[in-house]
């Protein structure tokens, strides 16, 4: 992985992260250089992202004065992004709350002027409203349509950024969305992470079919890092899952973090206050044991939908093990397992390092299970 940051794996892979989602290494390296020589200081990290969001947003403004919405709109997703990895890192009690409500407002303002429609939903459950973005494909029938599941507190507005139009490119609806324990849901209402994804997703479906513009036959699930727990579960357990991905493979994520915790790893992606925070647990003991029903033991068995499971040989927070795991537990006639290695890249944590061949195989791949019509049809 480039480690900007040499000796801190976690803020790097924030960099890493940013680059994923649209970030430009100058416009990051302007405000981070003065970290890297430095110890890590939140409020030193905190002030370098809003600084470079905060550029990006008045250069956008610019770009609004002189007519160019285009080049206003690419702005304003760079600054959301920064915002929201920005954000991330931060602990609950902090400016977190803050940062995400003014990362919010930038997105709103991207997504007003984006090249093609991002249509803001909420979705009844039993968690309460859980808010999304689809963005439909761009077709006269009733699409496929893939649900983006995050991973350890991914948003809704960081999933897009990864995944952008490559979707509907291939006349495939994406829908991404928070879910408990992520995003709007855990930050604005408390909601915490559950086990039984199959839950909050039941009731995603009974939205998607309410649609016209939505092919009910044809529903897949995509989900990224923890995700990679969260989308297989669902699929377990909710026949009206046609196709499945697990962007990052995971088997028993209790397990992990319990290693995690013993050893106190530096090779994660945020600090270890995350876990409780989205467990809904007052210390980390209580949310260690809480973790600890995520596993896949016993569910893959369940997965007869295709399944598509992509790693990273390299990946140092999940190990390629877990992967093979849950690829080998899995009943699919149909299932593949893909792990990039150093040499062609992509072989750290979700392909964060080279993360584009990663985004056209998993587009690609539903696109023919889905059997999706693209633009070229």
């Not at 909420?122 to 983006?148: K, M, N, Q, W």
């Not at 697990?246 to 945020?270: H, P």
Request: include cysteine; aromatic fraction near 10%; charge should be negative.
């Amino acid at each position: 992985m480039f480690t900007y940051f040499p000796e801190n794996y976690m803020w790097s892979s924030t960099v890493v992260m940013s680059l994923m989602a649209g970030g430009q290494l100058g416009e990051m390296h302007r405000w981070l250089s003065a970290l890297r020589s430095a110890e890590g200081n939140m409020e030193a990290w905190d002030g370098a992202w809003v600084g470079m969001a905060t550029q990006q947003e008045e250069l956008a403004a610019a770009d609004l004065n002189a007519g160019h919405r285009l080049s206003a709109g690419a702005r304003y997703a760079r600054a959301a992004a920064y915002r929201l990895l920005g954000e991330r890192q931060m602990p609950p009690g902090s400016d977190k709350l803050a940062r995400y409500k003014a990362a919010l407002d930038t997105f709103d303002a991207a997504s007003l002027h984006a090249p093609f429609p991002i249509e803001r939903v909420e979705v009844a459950s039993p968690d309460g409203s859980l808010p999304g973005y689809l963005i439909p494909a761009r077709s006269s029938e009733p699409a496929p349509t893939v649900i983006f599941y995050s991973g350890l507190d991914v948003t809704k507005e960081l999933l897009f950024l990864f995944i952008r139009e490559e979707f509907i490119r291939r006349g495939i609806s994406v829908l991404a969305i928070d879910t408990p324990g992520v995003g709007a849901p855990l930050r604005l209402r408390g909601v915490p992470s559950r086990p039984d994804y199959e839950v909050p997703t039941a009731a995603i479906i009974d939205f998607l079919e309410t649609r016209a513009d939505v092919d009910s036959s044809r529903i897949g699930i995509l989900g990224i890092s923890l995700g990679g727990y969260y989308a297989p579960r669902a699929a377990a357990f909710e026949p009206r899952i046609k196709a499945c991905v697990a962007w990052g493979g995971v088997w028993d994520y209790g397990a992990l973090w319990t290693r995690r915790w013993e050893t106190q790893t530096k090779n994660i992606s945020v600090g270890f206050f995350q876990l409780k925070w989205i467990m809904g647990t007052a210390t980390m003991e209580e949310a260690l044991q809480r973790v600890q029903q995520y596993k896949l033991d016993g569910v893959m068995q369940r997965i007869t939908q295709p399944l598509l499971i992509l790693h990273g040989a390299h990946d140092l927070a999940i190990s390629a093990d877990d992967a093979r795991k849950a690829y080998e537990a899995a009943s699919s006639a149909d299932k593949q397992l893909r792990i990039f290695s150093e040499a062609e890249g992509g072989a750290e944590h979700v392909q964060a390092d080279e993360p584009d061949a990663a985004r056209q195989l998993i587009a690609d791949w539903f696109a023919r299970r889905l059997r999706a019509r693209t633009a070229l049809d």
